[in-house]
C-alpha cells in the first residue's frame, strides 16, 4: 500500500500543470506565426521559380556570371 501511495504521489508532483499547458499553448502559438511569416516571404519567391521560365531565366544568368567569374568571358 505504501509503494502505491509513493507513486501516485509521485506521478501527482511530476505531472503537469495549468501553468505548463499555458506556457506551451504560449510558444506553438508563438512558433506558428513565426512559421507563416517565413511561409509568407518564401511564398512569392517559391512561386516566381516554380514557373519553367523563370527557372531558365535564373539558370542562364547563373551560368553568364559563373562564366564571367571563372575567366572564361572577358
Known amino acids: 500500500m505504501a509503494q502505491k ?6 506521478r ?3 505531472s ?4 505548463d499547458f499555458q506556457s506551451l499553448a504560449a510558444r506553438v ?4 506565426a513565426e512559421k507563416n511569416r517565413t511561409d509568407g516571404a518564401k511564398g512569392v ?7 519553367p521560365m523563370a527557372a531558365w ?8 556570371w559563373g ?4 575567366g572564361l568571358l572577358k
Not at 519567391?45 to 514557373?51: D, G, L, N, Y
Not at 531565366?57 to 553568364?64: F, L, P, V
Open 12 to 14: 501527482m508532483l511530476t
Open 29 to 32: 502559438a508563438l512558433l506558428e
Open 57 to 64: 531565366a535564373a539558370a542562364i544568368i547563373a551560368a553568364i
Open 45 to 51: 519567391f517559391a512561386a516566381v521559380m516554380r514557373s
Open 67 to 70: 562564366a564571367f567569374k571563372g
Open 16 to 19: 503537469p500543470t495549468q501553468a
Open 5 to 10: 501511495v509513493d507513486g501516485m504521489s509521485e
